[in-house]
């Protein structure tokens, strides 16, 4: 048995079908093991409920980050095999429809490809307004997140075209004002800065326009810390 799955493993048929699932059991792990470690921490935290009773919502937490992330996987590795065939069909025996996802993935090609699967995967998990998929605080908080690094990639890429641009890359004779360390540095430094700015500017102003997670960690750092009787609670 063993040798019949390793050959089934091995063929290059079925390669298409096992990324995909295999893609689909590590978003399963990564979200479970990613969520349960923080759900456990901000619970025991941030919750003052009966112990038993915070269980259920690290378990739930657990449960939709996994989901999300493994479904999220699944549909956006199974549209590139898809775009791939679609790709045979229409263009006929070029280079381009007898590439693999598999050699696009690793050679970094076919950008296009990657950004309709995950417009669509990223509607179908976390766009829609539905009880199992969209608005809620978990899917939102990926989506954060993910949205943070879209801005700081797009940063990155305006610099270095800039840089390229300009030559001056390896070039001193523009002195350190164009120094790639240095704009990088200054440019962090301002994002940085704003975005500290905006987010105690809005906790200021109106704390239920934040995601609740955040709330509770800002409500225990800025607001708790102006409380106290005795040393027992300061």
Not at 22 to 47: E, Q
Not at 69 to 75: A, C, D, E, R, W
Not at 133 to 143: C, E, F, K, R, T
């Amino acid at each position: 048995m063993d040798v019949i799955l390793n050959n089934i493993l091995r063929d290059p048929r079925y390669q298409d079908i096992l990324a995909i699932l295999k893609g689909t059991k590590n978003g399963i792990v990564y979200g479970a093991k990613l969520r349960f470690s923080h759900a456990l921490v901000m619970s025991f935290l941030f919750h003052n409920n009966k112990k038993g009773s915070r269980w259920p919502h690290i378990l739930r937490s657990t449960k939709q980050h996994a989901k999300s992330l493994g479904l999220f996987v699944f549909i956006y590795k199974s549209l590139l095999v898809l775009l791939k065939h679609a790709a045979k069909l229409t263009s006929g025996a070029t280079a381009r429809s007898a590439s693999s996802v598999k050699n696009d993935v690793t050679g970094n090609k076919n950008p296009v490809d990657a950004f309709i699967a995950g417009l669509v995967a990223g509607y179908v998990v976390f766009g829609r307004p539905t009880k199992s998929a969209g608005l809620n605080s978990i899917n939102q908080q990926m989506v954060l997140y993910v949205f943070s690094r879209v801005v700081l990639g797009f940063a990155n890429l305006a610099l270095r075209h800039f840089l390229a641009s300009k030559k001056v890359a390896n070039s001193s004779a523009q002195g350190d004002y164009l120094n790639p360390r240095f704009i990088s540095n200054s440019t962090w430094a301002v994002f940085a800065s704003l975005s500290w700015a905006c987010v105690m500017c809005l906790f200021r102003i109106d704390s239920t326009l934040l995601q609740n997670s955040m709330v509770h960690s800002m409500k225990y750092l800025y607001v708790d810390s102006e409380f106290w009787t005795s040393i027992l609670d300061f």
